[in-house]
C-alpha cells in the first residue's frame, strides 16, 4: 500500500502535504495538467503535487483512511473533465481506480 500525507482544511476538506504519484493505466496522447497542481502523463501517470486541496470522499459515507488515497486520485481526474481536460467517457475508469485503490488500502469489497 502507498501511504498519503494530508491535513484537515475548512474550504476543502483535505490538503496534499506531499507530492503523490499513481499509475492509472490511463494512457492519453498529450499531457494533460491544471498548471501547478495536476498532471496525467500520456503514460497514464498521474502526479498530483503538494498543496493540492480535495473534499475527501462524497455521498453517504465517512471518511476513513482506506478512503483517502482513492478519494484523492478520483478527485483529481474528475477535475480534469470537469474541465474538459479529459473526456467525460472516462468516468467510469475514475470510478473504477476509486473501487480498486479502496480495495488495496483495505476496504472491504462490499463497501467498495
Not at 36 to 62: E, H, M, R
Request: with cysteine; hydrophobic share 35%; charged share 25%.
Amino acid at each position: 500500500m502507498s501511504h498519503i500525507n494530508y491535513r484537515s482544511l475548512k474550504k476543502y476538506k483535505y490538503q496534499l502535504m506531499r507530492n503523490y504519484k499513481y499509475e492509472t493505466g490511463i494512457c492519453i496522447n498529450h499531457d494533460v495538467k491544471i498548471q501547478g497542481f495536476v498532471a496525467l502523463a500520456p503514460t497514464g501517470t498521474l502526479n498530483i503535487s503538494k498543496g493540492y486541496a480535495w473534499d475527501g470522499p462524497s455521498g453517504p459515507t465517512i471518511d476513513t483512511k482506506n478512503f483517502m488515497r482513492g478519494s484523492l486520485v478520483h478527485d483529481a481526474l474528475y477535475q480534469l473533465m470537469r474541465l474538459k481536460l479529459l473526456p467525460a467517457s472516462l468516468r467510469e475508469t475514475a470510478d473504477m481506480l476509486l473501487r480498486r485503490i479502496c480495495i488495496e488500502d483495505g476496504m472491504c469489497r462490499l463497501r467498495a
